[in-house]
């Protein structure tokens, strides 16, 4: 063909500035008390009890940022491999490979974004297994390499509707980590600063879910790709103030671009809904891709996973139960496709995207028939892509565009 | 000069297709050829005989869509569909009715359902690797060492089918030359061989209402269709030249939009 298009620019937001000081804040903030000693350090999973540790007095640190960081470096694949050869098999979770391998390399994309040298060292590893078994694996690994103490809480699992005993038991379970956070921190548990930080844990989840459901209007203001950069807050700064600032300001701005009838993408033809994990290391090809064919992916199963509005500070063990139980990615099979649909109400796609991750079967949700039965019920067109989140090796580049553009004809077609 | 022809160009993995339709649909000039590195130099090849076989001059093309893995380095071509669109509207021209398509290409398989409209109803490639694909029976042929048109000739004197359990293709190689070694006969592995590029399309997805077989492959190999249809057992339809289906395709879809004259012509 003649005319090569030109490539589509994502359009940025002015908060994306005060986006990137506070994610370098974070990891200042981490590095030096790191090297100081002046604050503990709590390395914590993406959906773990950070509001905790935080009411605790920990900095806290998220091994998955940094899994995220290393995918959409690409530094992901190369490392890979050195965690394969000690024996963490290439099938199993990318995060926990990319991050082991970049600790015995000793490479890090914190040198080239913030000049960190390292990782910060942990004083405690606080995993829960709401997401997966590979957390625990992964910081099981850590507290053997580095000797420090691993602590966590082990979920129920595909769950329906929840029952009180499994939020007890996780209320329990929360509660029942205290004495070992204390030992390390060498403070008394505050009940006053932990209720602080639910509540602002909550503000955070409030105001995320408000920008994400901005998505909703049409055209969209922004994308999925958007919000997976955008996200970075509502993991590492929840429970802060800065978190709840944060969204404040972006909010503001998906309000004006709405009021203005700005779109993420210019001319929006389509509507589409991502399942499952990014691609992390591919991103910006697809956001590309997806705005050259007039597609938004307005939204995803991913970022919504950081709301958290149930937290109550007056009940912030059950709240916090709650929170992390009524997870998407804890629950069965009908609630997720119930999900689905809920969603399909609010944002009005016109297709799902599942993405197939090899390395994570936890946020694969295409495994058991779910695409079929969704786009029977709901009367859409799916499908499924084969990638992973860091491992580039297992991503077909050429295909995956091409079942892409398909896909987008067979909207075109209908 | 007579204009009213229209073109597809289906720059595939493996080979490139060149389709000229004259104004009432009918296939009038076609080309294959190996894709080679050069896709834009294969495709210009495969136009200029196509042409000649149609009998007509470059003046009289009025519209060319390119189509296949190399799709974008046609620089002929005035615009771009992918081959699961090309396939599906080539196979409804042929047989306008509900259908699933299986077409069998050279890296990859694709199977694509149609309803009665000829709408699109999903598609499903086969994931990253080659099983079950031309590139599969390729490997094969060369660890066999039979010539690869001799396949199809082989698989049909079979009277003892000898089944190949991986679906890695390397894997299989090696299975392959176990087979040997243990004295099987090569027409029953070549069954097997057979048998085990069906049984990847199987996995694909189910094949509902009318099955219509497309592709290199099966346009070499009509033993596998005889074989699937009686997996399956139901009627499968393949058109004249199965090769062709998608480069057709794409050249109905120039028809589609032909009436603005937007041949951009060819390269000296
Ligand atoms: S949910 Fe998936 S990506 Fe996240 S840590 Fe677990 S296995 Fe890794």
């Keep these: ?414 | 000069m007579a204009r009213g022809f229209f073109v597809g160009v289906d720059v595939g993995a493996s080979r490139t297709k060149v389709v000229v339709l004259d104004a009432g649909r009918s296939l009038v000039g076609y080309a294959v050829r190996k894709s080679g590195t050069d896709f834009a130099k294969t495709a210009d090849i495969c136009l200029r005989e196509s042409m000649a076989m149609a009998g007509i001059s470059p003046g009289q093309i009025d519209n060319c869509i390119s189509t296949g893995y190399g799709r974008k380095n046609v620089p002929f071509s005035s615009g771009t569909k992918t081959e699961i669109s090309c396939h599906a509207k080539g196979c409804y021209h042929y047989f306008p009715m509900a259908m699933t398509i299986v077409d069998i290409g050279g890296q990859d398989n694709k199977i694509i359902k149609l309803d009665e409209q000829g709408r699109r109803l999903n598609f499903k490639m086969n994931r990253k690797c080659a099983a079950g694909t031309g590139a599969f029976l390729e490997e094969m042929a060369l660890r066999l060492d039979v010539p690869l048109e001799d396949m199809d000739g082989l698989a049909q004197s079979s009277e003892n089918l000898v089944e190949l359990g991986s679906y890695c293709t390397v894997f299989s190689g090696t299975e392959v030359l176990e087979k040997i070694r243990q004295g099987k006969k090569v027409p029953d592995i070549v069954k097997g061989v057979f048998l085990s590029v069906i049984k990847r399309v199987l996995e694909m997805d189910a094949l509902a209402d009318t099955v219509v077989m497309t592709g290199g492959v099966v346009a070499h190999n009509p033993y596998l269709v005889e074989m699937l249809k009686e997996i399956i057992d139901n009627e499968i339809l393949v058109p004249e030249y199965p090769q062709l289906t998608g480069a057709v395709g794409a050249a109905l879809f120039a028809m589609e939009n032909g009436d603005r004259k937007q041949f951009v012509g060819m390269g000296a």
């Design chain 1, 1 to 414: 063909m003649a005319e090569e298009k030109k490539r589509p620019l994502r359009k940025e937001f002015k908060s994306g500035k005060v986006l990137k000081k506070l994610m370098a804040d974070h990891f200042y903030e981490l590095d030096e008390a790191a090297k100081s000693g002046s604050k503990k350090i709590a390395w914590c999973t993406s959906v773990g009890p950070a509001e905790l540790l935080r009411g605790m007095g920990f900095l806290v640190y998220y091994p998955e940022n940094h899994g995220a960081m290393l995918g959409a470096t690409r530094m992901a694949t190369e490392l890979i491999p050195y965690a394969n050869a000690i024996g963490y098999s290439p099938d199993i979770c990318s995060y926990l490979t990319s991050d082991i391998g970049s600790f015995l390399q000793k490479r890090t994309p914190l040198t080239k974004a913030y000049n960190i040298e390292s990782v910060p060292k942990p004083d405690v590893l606080v995993f829960n297994t709401n997401q997966c078994r590979d957390v625990q694996d992964w910081f099981s690994w850590y507290s053997r390499e580095l000797n420090v103490p691993v602590i966590g809480i082990h979920t129920h699992r595909d769950i329906g509707p929840i029952r009180e005993y499994q939020i007890k038991d996780i209320a329990k379970q929360i509660e029942d980590l205290i004495p070992a956070l204390e030992k390390v921190s060498g403070e008394k548990f505050d009940m006053d600063r932990f209720k602080e930080a639910v509540a602002l844990s909550r503000r955070t989840s409030e105001l995320w879910r408000a920008c994400l459901e901005a998505a909703a209007a049409v055209p969209s203001p922004w994308t999925f790709f958007d919000a997976t950069i955008h996200m970075g807050p509502a993991v590492v700064a929840r429970g802060t103030q800065e978190g709840v600032d944060y969204y404040e300001l972006l909010l503001a701005e998906l309000k004006e671009r709405i009021d203005s009838g700005v779109g993420a993408v210019d001319g929006e033809k389509f509507r589409l809904y991502w399942e499952g994990m990014p691609i992390w290391g591919k991103l910006r090809a697809l956001s590309e891709q997806f705005a050259s064919l007039k597609a938004c992916v307005v939204a995803s199963t991913y970022c919504n996973s950081w709301i958290f509005d149930q937290f109550d500070p007056e009940e912030p063990f059950e709240s916090m139960a709650v929170a992390y139980t009524e997870l998407f990615i804890v629950r069965d099979e009908p609630f997720k496709e119930q999900y689905i649909r809920d969603c399909h109400d609010l944002f009005r796609f016109d297709g799902i995207i599942f993405h197939d991750a090899k390395t994570c079967p936890n946020n694969s949700n295409n495994r058991y028939g779910m695409p079929e039965r969704l786009s029977r019920n709901l009367g859409i067109p799916v499908l499924t892509i084969n990638g992973d989140l860091n491992d580039l090796r297992c991503y077909s580049e050429e295909q995956a565009k091409t079942n892409i553009e398909a896909f987008i004809e067979q909207l075109e077609e209908s």
